[in-house]
């Protein structure tokens, strides 16, 4: 009897998916049996490279800005083509932030994180389920990535914008999973805590002070979050839809 994390046959998409916890979730899905797709405004590091080969699964990246539709369009266009239609998981992972305080956000700055954080998480879902739904995916499954900001203020960084942005994803996720359970299409969120990637670690100070408030007290490494983006794609959480699943160490609950 297979597994029930098991995803062999299945395509999954990854947004932001070039670098970070955007990598680190295609590499769990392809390490579970997914052929990946990813789409990032960059090229991917050279571990995305190794992925296919490592795992035996399809591979392929789209330079794409999520925060454009025209750019989402032709994205999928050329993900569809290459894949044959084919698309079982999706999860919008590109997102962005700035460190700058409340009284001192321009306007300009805060379109940018809602076109990328926001609308660029709503359409990419909104194309991935339209695929699904034209190509009749039994068990789709479509993860948007939250972050703890949408439960509380981060420490030592002044973030009330991308705070906003993070909560409106997961406020969205229970909404379009009402309408799209019809289709046999499972939704839910994720909500990583502080993780070192490539966007943290220039910032040892913060990484250090980060410490403290994890109940676990460590930071996470990118490996350990996408373990969670592998149960939600799998028949392992098909109860499960409409949620959020936060993987902090602890530090909402603390």
Not at 26 to 35: T, W
Not at 67 to 93: N, Q, R, T
Not at 163 to 182: H, Q, S, Y
Request: aromatic share 10%; proline share 3%; with cysteine.
């Amino acid at each position: 009897m297979s597994s029930r994390f098991d995803l062999k046959g299945r395509t999954a998409l990854v947004t932001g998916g070039a670098r970070g916890c955007g990598l680190a979730f295609a590499e769990g899905l392809a390490e579970a049996g997914a052929d990946v797709a990813v789409f990032d405004v960059i090229e991917p590091v050279e571990g995305f490279h190794a992925i296919s080969s490592m795992y035996n699964v399809k591979t392929k990246s789209y330079i794409v800005d999520v925060s454009s539709i025209e750019s989402l369009e032709a994205g999928f266009a050329a993900f569809k083509a290459d894949f044959g239609g084919k698309l079982d998981i999706c999860v919008p992972c590109a997102g962005i932030n700035r460190n700058v305080g409340f009284l001192d956000t321009q306007f300009e700055d805060f379109e940018k994180l809602l076109g990328v954080n926001v609308k660029g998480v709503y359409y990419t879902a909104q194309l991935a389920a339209k695929q699904m739904i034209e190509n009749q995916t039994k068990k789709g499954s479509i993860i948007l990535v939250a972050s703890i900001a949408s439960y509380m203020a981060i420490r030592s960084q002044m973030s009330s914008a991308y705070c906003g942005t993070k909560g409106a994803v997961r406020a969205m996720c229970p909404a379009i999973a009402a309408e799209l359970v019809k289709y046999g299409i499972r939704v839910n969120s994720i909500s990583p805590g502080y993780v070192r990637t490539e966007m943290t670690s220039p910032f040892p100070h913060l990484l250090e002070s980060w410490k403290d408030e994890i109940m676990n007290g460590r930071v996470a490494e990118p490996e350990d979050i996408r373990g969670g983006c592998v149960f939600l794609a799998s028949d392992a959480s098909l109860y499960m839809t409409g949620q959020d699943l936060c993987l902090d160490g602890g530090v909402t609950k603390w």
